[in-house]
């Protein structure tokens, strides 16, 4: 794991899964939709870009918090999809 995502669950994702990201993302010049896969996310659930300058801000600026990642990547994906719809 790199030194910057080692709050995050190991075989999570969510965050990279559940949300959409309107920013430019690496190749992707137009981010990902809601509900869509990152392409950046590896096999492992992590994200690729973790230590990369190309790396959107509102990637960097998540923070792993209990209250949104919940206790297992399932409820992550819940709660998180939940709040995409609000």
Do not use: Q, W
Not at 10 to 18: K, Q, S
């Amino acid at each position: 794991m790199t030194k910057n995502n080692h709050h995050c669950r190991p075989g999570c994702g969510a965050c990279c899964i559940a949300p959409s990201i309107s920013s430019a993302i690496g190749i992707l010049k137009n981010g990902k939709k809601a509900g869509e896969r990152c392409y950046y996310l590896d096999e492992n659930l992590l994200c690729k870009l973790i230590d990369s300058p190309e790396r959107p801000e509102v990637c960097k600026n998540f923070k792993f918090d209990p209250i949104i990642c919940g206790n297992n990547p399932e409820e992550a994906m819940k709660i998180m999809k939940e709040l995409e719809e609000s």
